[in-house]
């Protein structure tokens, strides 16, 4: 499969995405928010259709974004307060936009939708340069769970009603570190199939990434509720702030 890993590639889930992908940005948004200093730059990187970055804009801070889907920002532009934030389209890795920033973000798992650690490790050098001495880069993303597979395949059934089935297919590569997903819907009119690839990160590999960038992890939660991280933790919200 080609293309899952482009910029431009959830320009084929806009359409429903709000529909399918609403998660309540309240714990994120107070995080963020308090994170900010009086007044501060913001910069949310893959800002897709605003679901954070309007609540936070919505709370006085100054949130300015980057994303690759052009269909996904269109949906931001055309909600209330969506037209007062900046969107850069491009690819996040580099992250063509003038500093400086005295906060930015990637939530949502987002980082594993860059290819390779190489342009992960891009990423982080490339915000870590247009952040103000100081100034922190939140990221939230979930920890792999090998048990969860075997053999290196996992199929499982997500939802089954009268009319509907559906079922994910996923392939892991541990060279790669990479998880290749089919989600499909099987109905009586036909077949949807939405396919995925995520480059996943260990939270250590992730603070290596962080260190050859010039950044240092200040926290670690296991949510946005600052709960504490531990072995078990299915996720995690580490805050990295510019030396
Ligand atoms: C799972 S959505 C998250 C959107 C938003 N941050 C949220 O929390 O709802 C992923 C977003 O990342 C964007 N994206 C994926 N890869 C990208 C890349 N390489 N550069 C820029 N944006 C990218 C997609 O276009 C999409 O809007």
Redesign the pocket.
């Known amino acids: 499969m080609t293309g899952l ?1 482009d ?4 320009d084929r889930y806009a359409s429903d ?1 709000d529909e399918l ?1 609403w998660i309540d940005p309240a714990g994120a948004v107070d995080v963020l928010a308090e994170l900010t200093p009086k007044g501060g730059r913001v910069l ?6 605003g ?2 970055a309007l609540p936070l804009t919505a709370r006085g801070v100054r949130v300015e974004g ?4 052009s269909a ?1 920002v269109d949906l931001l532009r055309a909600k209330p307060g969506g037209e007062q934030i900046p969107v850069t389209i ?4 580099d992250v063509a936009v003038e500093g400086p920033f005295h906060l930015s973000y990637l ?4 980082l594993y ?2 290819p390779s650690q190489e342009r992960q490790l891009d990423c982080f050098r490339n915000v870590a340069a247009v952040l103000a001495p100081g100034g922190l880069f939140v990221v939230e993303a979930y920890v792999f769970d090998p048990k969860q597979f075997d053999r290196h395949q996992r199929v499982a059934t997500r939802r089954l009603t009268d009319d509907a089935v559906k079922m994910e297919f996923l392939v892991h590569d541990p060279v790669e570190q990479a998880v290749t997903f089919q989600r499909v819907t099987f109905t009586e009119g036909g077949t949807r199939l939405n396919p995925l690839r995520l480059r996943y990160v260990w939270p250590s590999e992730l603070d290596l990434m962080a260190r050859l960038a010039g950044l240092r992890l200040r926290h670690r939660w296991a949510g946005w509720d600052r709960s504490p991280f531990t072995r078990d933790s299915e996720s995690h919200v580490s805050v990295y702030e510019k030396e």
Do not use: C, H, K, Q
């Open positions: 890993n910029p431009a590639f959830f995405y992908n949310e990187l893959a800002v897709g259709t679901r954070v980057i994303d690759g889907s996904m491009g690819d996040m890795a939530v949502y798992n987002t939708n860059l």
